[in-house]
């Protein structure tokens, strides 16, 4: 009989020791996703104050917070409600199953689990909450298997940036600044006490939702760690007391969504997991100033609503950027109207024709070869061969022409005939080559151009323009200052200069181009207390209008059009549709910062002498002729 109930025995511990190996081979290279974690991370943007732009992320939206970062409360809390033991035991609790049995077998049915906080990271990370005596052997083997590769420090770190509290937060750091706006160290006891409920039933405990359920659940833990004698009686009467301020809303944020569109785009080039990686990326976004920007532009789209009743306000729509030309940085940039009808982003994806905010780039060109402010070139009617069989009569906006115009009076008064005959006599092929060095692309050979035939980016646009505000240095427009990965190694993004011009030159048109704001096209873009230099832009039949001005500091590209290139009515011009606009946000732009500097710095080269009666401009290179 004994060598029987010993044979049955020995027989039972090699069943015993198959079943635990059969498991063991199987949880191996399933507990490594655990050991060697890599978790998906949220990568956040900031703007260049600091402030919370956005958080981009695919699927788990998670910030890590590193163990040792993780406030000691915490700490004790989640281990006061959830596994007493656990920096006792071995990664299961054999007293704590066997009462849970105890219980089970009486109730014929699972009504108490004996999970540890190992157990617990292994249920989220890999098995399931199915409540099978396979799921829970291989559950039990799989932490024995961690608690032997990992120290409690690493399960925990694991745990606090594994689990799922609800909301699409994952991670306490997450929940922390999604539910209470606040990073850990800065939690009361009850906000902790609310964070480590959560993962046990985060529908059931969401406090946006169920929040007498979630201050139950956060009493209970509280409760548990006063009889634990880890708080004192007035930590636990004000924490009982308190019912903490809950926020609800997405942690996505996204304040700026075609700025945020632009930024992924261009991270993504250098780094292909921006949205996994936990990325800190620092723009040169101001969100102030993208707000407004977007007023502005919503205030420009509403004034051309209120003139034409008929407008087809969906099709209709407007792009703003604004810069630092001279250090290329983005301060703001609107896409569009409504992001959330359209997130087609007109800033950047779309090429509209310039119109005559093309102009001073080929009045650049003259003057760089030798023709002064006061050269006189022919407002006359000709007629030109397009290339093909047609010929090509253009005309002034009033169809009137006024004999032998200035290049001032010109530039200031917008003058198609001048401009055009102007490009012809500098020669189509030498302003194509210089345009390419200003940073034009696939400049088409058709004197057309002098009056804005060419098609570009509102962004693109703000680059090449840059030259002027530069002093004849252009910077690429840029977005990112900074991307620092989760290791805290950082990439600095430095502006991307080429010189063109020299600086007395670029100011000479600087100055042609103050004078269209004070007494031309773009008086309407006029801000008392500042020096503003700018160019309108009227494409033909009004597809496409523009202004595109600039102070000592500041580069602003306003467009306005129809999404589908209809013809908005005749009325809408540059000077009269996006000028404005500039005005207006430039105004809240020095109210807001008053410190922005108001008078452009004149270059060493620039002179000035009385030509019929007044003060001009000159260089050496651009003298003024001889009365």
Same mark, same amino acid.
């Given at each position: 009989?004994?060598?029987?109930?010993?044979?049955?025995?020995?027989?039972?511990?090699?069943?015993?020791?198959?079943?635990?190996?059969?498991?063991?081979?199987?949880?191996?290279?399933?507990?490594?996703?655990?050991?060697?974690?890599?978790?998906?991370?949220?990568?956040?943007?900031?703007?260049?104050?600091?402030?919370?732009?956005?958080?981009?992320?695919?699927?788990?939206?998670?910030?890590?917070?590193?163990?040792?970062?993780?406030?000691?409360?915490?700490?004790?809390?989640?281990?006061?409600?959830?596994?007493?033991?656990?920096?006792?035991?071995?990664?299961?609790?054999?007293?704590?199953?066997?009462?849970?049995?105890?219980?089970?077998?009486?109730?014929?049915?699972?009504?108490?689990?004996?999970?540890?906080?190992?157990?617990?990271?292994?249920? &989220?990370?890999? !098995? /399931?909450?199915? *409540?099978?005596?396979?799921?829970?052997?291989?559950?039990?083997?799989? $932490?024995? +298997? =961690?608690?032997?590769?990992?120290?409690?420090?690493?399960?925990?770190?694991?745990?606090?940036?594994?689990?799922?509290?609800?909301?699409?937060?994952?991670?306490?750091?997450?929940?922390?600044?999604?539910?209470?706006?606040?990073?850990?160290?800065?939690?009361?006891?009850?906000?902790?006490?609310?964070?480590?409920?959560?993962?046990?039933?985060?529908?059931?405990?969401?406090?946006?939702?169920?929040?007498?359920?979630?201050?139950?659940?956060?009493?209970?833990?509280?409760?548990?760690?006063?009889?634990?004698?880890?708080?004192?009686?007035?930590?636990?009467?004000?924490?009982?007391?308190?019912?903490?301020?809950?926020? &609800?809303?997405? !942690? /996505?944020?996204? *304040?700026?969504?075609?700025?945020?569109?632009?930024?992924?785009?261009? $991270?993504? +080039? =250098?780094?292909?997991?921006?949205?996994?990686?936990?990325?800190?990326?620092?723009?040169?976004?101001?969100?102030?100033?993208?707000?407004?920007?977007?007023?502005?532009?919503?205030?420009?789209?509403?004034?051309?609503?209120?003139?034409?009743?008929?407008?087809?306000?969906?099709?209709?729509?407007?792009?703003?950027?604004?810069?630092?030309?001279?250090?290329?940085?983005?301060?703001?940039?609107?896409?569009?109207?409504?992001?959330?009808?359209?997130?087609?982003?007109?800033?950047?994806?779309?090429?509209?024709?310039?119109?005559?905010?093309?102009?001073?780039?080929?009045?650049?060109?003259?003057?760089?070869?030798?023709?002064?402010?006061?050269?006189?070139?022919?407002?006359?009617?000709?007629?030109?061969?397009?290339?093909?069989?047609?010929?090509?009569?253009?005309?002034?906006?009033?169809?009137?022409?006024?004999?032998?115009?200035?290049?001032?009076?010109?530039?200031?008064?917008?003058?198609?005939?001048?401009?055009?005959?102007?490009?012809?006599?500098?020669?189509?092929?030498?302003?194509?080559?210089?345009?390419?060095?200003?940073?034009?692309?696939?400049?088409?050979?058709?004197?057309?151009?002098?009056?804005?035939?060419?098609?570009?980016?509102?962004?693109?646009?703000?680059?090449?323009?840059?030259?002027?505000?530069?002093?004849?240095?252009?910077?690429?427009?840029?977005?990112?200052?900074?991307?620092?990965?989760?290791?805290?190694?950082?990439?600095?993004?430095?502006?991307?200069?080429?010189?063109?011009?020299?600086?007395?030159?670029?100011?000479?048109?600087?100055?042609?181009?103050?004078?269209?704001?004070?007494?031309?096209?773009?008086?309407?873009?006029?801000?008392?207390?500042?020096?503003?230099?700018?160019?309108?832009?009227?494409?033909?039949?009004?597809?496409?209008?523009?202004?595109?001005?600039?102070?000592?500091?500041?580069?602003?590209?306003?467009?306005?059009?129809?999404?589908?290139?209809?013809?908005?009515?005749?009325?809408?011009?540059?000077?009269?549709?996006?000028?404005?606009?500039?005005?207006?946000?430039?105004?809240?732009?020095?109210?807001?910062?008053?410190?922005?500097?108001?008078?452009?710095?004149?270059?060493?080269?620039?002179?000035?002498?009385?030509?019929?009666?007044?003060?001009?401009?000159?260089?050496?290179?651009?003298?003024?002729?001889?009365?």
């Amino acid at each position: 009989m004994v060598r029987v109930l010993f044979s049955f025995l020995t027989l039972c511990i090699f069943a015993a020791g198959g079943v635990f190996l059969y498991f063991y081979s199987q949880v191996s290279i399933e507990s490594n996703s655990i050991i060697e974690y890599k978790p998906k991370l949220t990568t956040r943007i900031y703007d260049r104050n600091g402030n919370l732009v956005a958080n981009i992320f695919d699927e788990e939206n998670r910030v890590f917070v590193k163990y040792e970062d993780i406030p000691g409360r915490i700490i004790e809390a989640l281990v006061a409600i959830e596994d007493t033991a656990f920096f006792e035991h071995d990664g299961i609790n054999l007293e704590a199953i066997f009462r849970a049995l105890v219980k089970d077998i009486k109730a014929m049915a699972f009504v108490e689990g004996a999970s540890t906080i190992t157990q617990q990271l292994v249920k &989220n990370m890999i !098995l /399931t909450s199915e *409540k099978k005596i396979d799921r829970k052997i291989k559950e039990m083997i799989m $932490a024995l +298997k =961690i608690e032997n590769a990992l120290t409690k420090e690493q399960i925990l770190e694991r745990y606090f940036n594994e689990v799922y509290f609800g909301h699409q937060y994952y991670g306490i750091k997450t929940a922390a600044m999604g539910y209470f706006k606040k990073e850990l160290d800065e939690l009361t006891l009850k906000e902790t006490a609310i964070l480590v409920g959560l993962p046990k039933a985060p529908s059931q405990f969401d406090p946006t939702r169920n929040l007498n359920l979630s201050l139950s659940r956060a009493n209970n833990v509280v409760s548990r760690m006063y009889e634990l004698g880890w708080i004192n009686k007035g930590e636990y009467e004000i924490a009982m007391a308190e019912t903490p301020v809950i926020y &609800n809303e997405t !942690l /996505t944020q996204n *304040k700026a969504p075609y700025v945020v569109d632009e930024v992924v785009k261009e $991270a993504t +080039k =250098i780094f292909p997991d921006i949205k996994t990686g936990g990325y800190t990326i620092e723009t040169s976004v101001d969100l102030k100033t993208q707000e407004l920007a977007n007023e502005a532009l919503n205030f420009g789209y509403n004034e051309i609503l209120k003139r034409d009743k008929d407008a087809n306000a969906s099709n209709l729509n407007g792009a703003i950027v604004v810069t630092n030309p001279l250090n290329g940085e983005v301060l703001a940039l609107v896409g569009g109207v409504d992001y959330a009808k359209s997130n087609f982003n007109r800033a950047t994806q779309s090429k509209r024709q310039t119109g005559s905010s093309f102009k001073p780039f080929i009045y650049q060109i003259a003057l760089d070869m030798g023709y002064s402010t006061m050269s006189e070139i022919p407002d006359v009617a000709r007629e030109f061969d397009d290339g093909s069989d047609k010929s090509w009569t253009p005309k002034n906006f009033d169809k009137t022409f006024t004999g032998y115009i200035t290049l001032k009076e010109a530039l200031q008064k917008s003058r198609n005939l001048a401009s055009i005959n102007l490009l012809h006599a500098i020669g189509l092929q030498r302003a194509l080559n210089k345009l390419n060095e200003f940073g034009f692309k696939d400049v088409p050979p058709a004197l057309s151009i002098a009056v804005g035939s060419y098609g570009i980016s509102p962004l693109e646009y703000s680059s090449i323009y840059s030259v002027f505000a530069g002093l004849g240095v252009s910077t690429k427009s840029k977005f990112i200052n900074s991307i620092t990965d989760k290791n805290g190694k950082t990439l600095v993004f430095q502006p991307q200069r080429k010189r063109i011009l020299q600086p007395e030159q670029a100011y000479l048109m600087t100055t042609l181009m103050k004078n269209i704001v004070s007494a031309g096209t773009g008086t309407r873009a006029r801000v008392k207390g500042i020096e503003i230099a700018g160019k309108t832009g009227t494409s033909n039949d009004s597809i496409d209008v523009w202004f595109c001005g600039f102070t000592p500091e500041i580069q602003a590209i306003v467009w306005y059009g129809n999404d589908d290139y209809k013809p908005m009515r005749s009325v809408e011009q540059g000077g009269r549709t996006a000028a404005p606009v500039f005005a207006k946000f430039l105004e809240s732009y020095i109210e807001e910062y008053p410190q922005t500097k108001r008078t452009f710095s004149v270059p060493s080269g620039v002179y000035t002498r009385n030509y019929a009666g007044k003060s001009e401009y000159y260089t050496r290179t651009s003298p003024l002729p001889n009365e």
